[in-house]
């Protein structure tokens, strides 16, 4: 495949302000890396954390977006287990440094070395990059790129929150009817759960939404469900949020808190966590969460939902996300 000199993206060059839509070169893969092309980059409030300066430690300038649905153009010396031509996917993790306790314990999305696109790496919002062989999935036939891309953090995040709550969950509460909870929601019902769902008050278009994926239940976060929880997983970075599903679950129910950010959590009574209630929260993914939900997401089937954005228009995407108008997931493609 023919390789350009120079690429489309869509650069963050300092917090705060919005990206800037300019050319760079498009780089050559080093050891052990490939060099693709995006197909469609799902756009995830983590990229707003960054963009907003929530998380203090993104290399500038930077190319955001991790949930990245490419083609393999070229493969870089040491790069093993992809060919030209390939689909597969990258999301957040896209490096960790495999010696240490945490990474030889399975735990590698705890490594303090670990390094994330669209982070430390530039990322999707892009028409190329590069990736970590080792940190790519291929991805499932069944569903097209924009489809696809929000699997690769919506969905991997949400598995893994998902997973968190537990063996014996019967009534799953998700705060934030979002990209991940429309996914989730869908693989709560495929295992036969009851599933509420939890919105901003008053948001009907997105309560309407959970119904249609099976929710038996679906009303404001500042509501109380019809009968207690088993576990409730947190999606939206409302620290208030985490008092309230306290609240909402029985007596040793879990509380998850899935996001990389959240604003601060109130002081709330002993007695909400009392009684063997557990709260714990979600940093990042492994490389497992990617192969165990992509080898899950055609047998549920899952089926996302998403708004697709030109690439230039990523600003837009992210303000949409922003103030809560999407209904699922919104996607560049570029």
Not at 253 to 274: E, N, Q, R
């Amino acid at each position: 495949m023919d390789r350009p000199d120079t690429m489309r993206v869509m650069l963050l060059v300092e917090q705060g302000k919005e990206l800037v839509n300019t050319r760079l070169p498009v780089p050559c893969p080093g050891q052990g890396q490939v060099l693709v092309r995006v197909k469609a980059c799902g756009v995830c409030r983590t990229d707003l954390h960054i963009m907003d300066g929530d998380l203090t430690e993104p290399k500038l300038p930077l190319v955001l977006g991790h949930e990245i649905v490419w083609e393999v153009v070229e493969i870089g010396e040491g790069a093993f287990g992809l060919a030209p031509g390939q689909r597969v996917g990258i999301p957040w993790l896209g490096w960790s440094c495999v010696n240490c306790a945490f990474c030889q314990n399975e735990q590698e999305n705890l490594c303090r070395q670990a390094r994330y696109t669209g982070y430390q790496f530039d990322g999707g919002f892009a028409e190329y990059t590069v990736a970590d062989a080792r940190y790519c999935f291929p991805m499932p036939e069944e569903y097209s790129d924009a489809e696809a891309a929000p699997l690769l953090c919506a969905g991997l995040i949400g598995y893994r929150s998902y997973c968190m709550c537990g063996n014996e969950v019967k009534r799953l509460g998700l705060y934030g009817f979002g990209a991940s909870a429309h996914i989730i929601a869908q693989i709560a019902v495929h295992d036969k759960m009851a599933v509420y769902a939890f919105t901003r008050p008053l948001d009907e278009t997105k309560q309407k939404f959970a119904h249609t994926l099976g929710a038996v239940w679906a009303g404001g976060s500042d509501e109380l469900p019809p009968e207690p929880l088993d576990a409730a997983i947190i999606f939206a970075p409302v620290g208030d949020l985490v008092p309230a599903a306290l609240q909402a679950v029985r007596p040793g129910g879990v509380v998850v808190c899935a996001g990389i950010h959240m604003s601060d959590i109130p002081s709330f009574p002993y007695s909400l966590l009392w009684e063997e209630k557990v709260v714990r929260s979600v940093a990042n993914l492994t490389r497992r969460d990617g192969e165990e939900l992509l080898l899950l997401a055609p047998k549920v089937p899952l089926r996302t939902s998403v708004q697709t954005y030109p690439l230039e228009d990523a600003n837009q995407a992210l303000d949409d996300l922003r103030q809560g108008k999407l209904t699922g997931a919104a996607v560049l493609i570029p």
